[in-house]
């Protein structure tokens, strides 16, 4: 059965009616914040102390951390814990993959949400280079956390080929695993989609939500879909641009041969 948390509703309740009743004051329910920029690969690269602070500092109750893969990142522990301890709710997002290996830098706390995504499909389908398949990875990830004593949730995202079938056999593998939590997000539609499509993805993910069996659940899907979707967005918009730049570098360069 899935479980929401007393606190987390009063916040979000309290964060809508300031949007509603003082909207030049309010901030967004949901706050994103992508791993990447505040911790390296690199021990050598500074953290931005200074963002930290603007996110702890901020009222928006909920936390979520994602963008490239966290676990990838040496301090995300302690970045969740400064996170937590600063009264907001942490939703980590994951693939799932290394979880089970790094479980144990993390404290169970009822601020934070292990968020394990997981792909419609995905079950029984090998990632290269392994003998078992991603799914597996994260439900055991999963299984582990569950036994640690963290609250974990799970996302799904729709994605415009998905179909129904996978979408419920998705949501009714994740109430399985016993989770407290799932939260179902459409994928960013490429920006040269038409209208229909994008139409037609909102519907179908309006329609797995309702697979969720939590209204509570339901809702805090719709309040992360723009706080998540616009950083993907944004990222996705800086990626095209890297990639324009170097296919210009590599003309002008084929040029200066050429001539």
Same mark, same amino acid.
Not at 117 to 141: C, H, K, M, N, V
């Given at each position: 059965?899935?479980?929401?948390?007393?606190?987390?509703?009063?916040?979000?309740?309290?964060?809508?009616?300031?949007?509603?009743?003082?909207?030049?004051? %309010?901030?967004?329910? *949901?706050?994103?914040?992508?791993?990447?920029?505040?911790?390296?690969?690199?021990?050598?690269?500074?953290?931005?102390?200074?963002?930290?602070?603007?996110?702890?500092?901020?009222?928006?109750?909920?936390?979520?951390?994602?963008?490239?893969?966290?676990?990838?990142?040496?301090?995300?522990?302690?970045?969740?814990?400064?996170?937590?301890?600063?009264?907001?709710?942490?939703?980590?997002?994951?693939?799932?993959?290394?979880?089970?290996?790094?479980?144990?830098?993390?404290?169970?706390?009822?601020?934070?949400?292990?968020?394990?995504?997981?792909?419609?499909?995905?079950?029984?389908?090998?990632?290269?280079?392994?003998?078992?398949?991603?799914?597996?990875?994260?439900?055991?990830?999963?299984?582990?956390?569950?036994?640690?004593?963290?609250?974990?949730?799970?996302?799904?995202?729709?994605?415009?080929?998905?179909?129904?079938?996978?979408? $419920?056999?998705?949501?009714? /593998?994740?109430? %399985?695993?016993?989770?407290?939590?799932?939260?179902?997000?459409?994928?960013?539609?490429?920006?040269? %989609? *038409?209208?229909?499509?994008?139409?037609?993805?909102?519907?179908?993910?309006?329609?797995?939500?309702?697979?969720?069996?939590?209204?509570?659940?339901?809702?805090?899907?719709?309040?992360?879909?723009? $706080? *998540?979707?616009?950083?993907?967005? $944004?990222?996705?918009?800086?990626?095209?641009?890297?990639?324009?730049? /170097?296919?210009?570098?590599?003309?002008?360069?084929?040029?200066?041969?050429?001539?």
């Amino acid at each position: 059965m899935l479980r929401f948390p007393l606190r987390l509703t009063a916040d979000l309740t309290r964060a809508r009616l300031r949007q509603r009743w003082r909207p030049a004051l %309010s901030t967004s329910p *949901v706050q994103f914040v992508d791993a990447a920029e505040l911790l390296h690969h690199d021990a050598s690269l500074p953290v931005s102390h200074e963002k930290i602070r603007e996110i702890i500092s901020s009222r928006s109750p909920v936390v979520w951390i994602g963008g490239s893969e966290p676990l990838d990142h040496p301090g995300v522990s302690h970045l969740v814990r400064a996170i937590t301890g600063s009264g907001h709710f942490v939703f980590l997002e994951t693939d799932g993959i290394l979880l089970r290996r790094r479980i144990h830098e993390f404290q169970p706390a009822p601020r934070l949400f292990l968020t394990v995504r997981l792909d419609p499909g995905a079950r029984g389908r090998a990632s290269q280079g392994r003998r078992t398949s991603s799914f597996e990875l994260a439900a055991e990830g999963i299984r582990a956390a569950r036994l640690s004593g963290f609250f974990v949730c799970v996302l799904v995202r729709v994605q415009p080929q998905t179909e129904p079938g996978a979408l $419920a056999d998705l949501i009714r /593998d994740s109430h %399985s695993l016993d989770v407290d939590g799932i939260v179902v997000s459409p994928a960013n539609v490429a920006s040269n %989609s *038409v209208t229909a499509d994008a139409a037609a993805l909102q519907n179908k993910t309006a329609q797995a939500r309702k697979l969720i069996g939590s209204k509570w659940w339901e809702s805090l899907s719709r309040l992360v879909e723009p $706080a *998540v979707s616009a950083e993907r967005s $944004a990222a996705q918009a800086a990626d095209e641009t890297v990639l324009h730049l /170097d296919q210009q570098a590599a003309t002008r360069e084929e040029g200066i041969r050429v001539a």
